[in-house]
């Protein structure tokens, strides 16, 4: 699926359609650039699963966890990863395979671990339709 997306809100709003639809150890892998809207997404993805405080980058963190929603929420920035034997550490699994859902930014760099049935959305900017123009790309659904 190829959605395009001309303003934040729509990025938003397809997050969140995400979020909705979710069940227990979905696993997104969420791939684009710096400033292409990831974290707006992943906002909508929280929404859909009801989460109700702020979410913002886990970047220093590796993974941040948001109980409150209908289903637990593991936000995972693996952007400083050295080796993807750090996510053993993490326990990775754990999140990957339990009752919440996983979102996983810069996951190309932990491929090799990544379950068989991950989703994947990648972002993608097209400065010569508009500076919030996004092509959001879902595969796996």
């Given at each position: 699926?190829?959605?395009?997306?001309?303003?934040?809100?729509?990025?938003?709003?397809?997050?969140?359609?995400l979020g909705e639809s979710a069940a227990?150890?979905?696993?997104?892998c969420l791939n684009g650039d710096l400033g292409?809207?990831?974290?707006?997404?992943?906002?909508?993805?929280?929404?859909?699963?009801d989460i109700r405080e702020p979410v913002d980058s886990p970047t220093f963190t590796?993974?941040?966890?948001?109980?409150?929603?209908?289903?637990?929420?593991?936000?995972?920035?693996?952007?400083r990863i050295g080796d993807v034997s750090e996510m053993d550490e993490i326990g990775y699994d754990e999140?990957?395979?339990?009752?919440?859902?996983?979102?996983?930014?810069?996951?190309?760099?932990?491929?090799?671990?990544?379950p068989e049935d991950a989703i994947t959305i990648t972002i993608?900017?097209?400065?010569?339709k508009g500076f919030d123009y996004r092509k959001i790309t879902v595969e796996g659904m």
């Open positions: 699926m190829v959605k395009e997306s001309w303003k934040p809100e729509e990025t938003f709003a397809l997050g969140k359609k227990p150890s979905t696993v997104y292409v809207g990831k974290t707006v997404f992943t906002q909508g993805v929280a929404a859909g699963l590796i993974v941040k966890q948001y109980e409150d929603g209908r289903l637990p929420f593991y936000h995972f920035d693996v952007y999140y990957f395979y339990g009752e919440g859902v996983t979102l996983i930014e810069w996951s190309e760099l932990i491929e090799d671990i990544l993608e900017k097209d400065l010569n």
